[in-house]
């Protein structure tokens, strides 16, 4: 079953210019949701959470319960935003498990 | 800082053999997990276990087994090493209450 959805492969974007990675979720109960990012040779990290309401690296995330999505923004794009970027759901009535999505490839260009 | 190590980076494993991949943690989370990652699919979920000894099958538990027998060690076994198991294998952790996952570094495995 198809639970985290992210309808783009790969985003280029120019230094400088606004980027949106998209991610659509299907949930029956409370979502939790994140937002992993993954340099390149590092390992997969937080980047922010719904429940945070937080900017972290310029970038953020609003869940929007109507329209099941939890999309990530940055006004700004840099070059080191460069990275493979996972929408993952936490569902916490079944063990809190996480689940995430197919990953969007983020390239910043000069 | 948080930690979670898996055993191997890389891994090469002849079609037929059995493999384990080891994961441990340092936090004493309840919650481990395995996913495999692969391009245009993403983290897909092999294995989970909320404590030791517990299991629960994620979304793609064929031709993989798990063992807890510590609350800090994971192992993912492949019983008998096919081709299409070849992948990046990621380990994690969390908490039970504070539901950020973990990640260790990964273990590229290939089968030939």
């Known amino acids: 079953a198809q639970r985290v959805t992210q309808p783009e492969k790969l985003l280029s974007v120019f230094k400088g210019a606004p980027v949106e990675l998209k991610c659509n979720y299907s949930y029956s109960g409370s979502p939790e949701l994140f937002w992993y990012v993954q340099y390149s040779r590092q390992r997969l990290q937080l980047l922010l959470r719904h429940i945070s309401r937080e900017s972290i690296k310029g970038f953020t995330a609003d869940l929007n319960k109507g329209e099941t999505s939890f999309h990530l923004k940055k006004p700004f794009a840099q070059e080191e935003d460069s990275a493979m970027y996972y929408c993952?759901?936490?569902?916490?009535?079944?063990?809190?498990?996480?689940?995430f999505g197919s990953g969007t490839k983020l390239n910043v260009k000069p | 800082d948080v930690k979670v190590t898996q055993s191997s980076r890389y891994l090469v494993k002849r079609t037929g053999e059995k493999v384990f991949l080891e994961c441990v943690q340092d936090?004493?989370?309840?919650?481990m997990f395995w996913y495999r990652q692969d391009p245009g699919l993403g983290l897909r979920l092999i294995y989970f276990s909320y404590d030791v000894k517990m299991k629960e099958k994620g979304d793609i538990p064929e031709g993989y087994s798990v063992s807890r027998e510590k609350k800090e060690r994971f192992s993912l076994i492949l019983e008998s090493a096919s081709t299409n198991q070849t992948s990046m294998y990621l380990c994690a952790s969390s908490q039970q209450e504070r539901t950020e996952a973990f990640f260790g570094q990964g273990t590229r495995l290939t089968v030939v």
């Open positions: 936090m004493d989370h309840e919650n």
């Open positions: 993952a759901l936490n569902r916490r009535h079944d063990f809190n498990k996480f689940y």
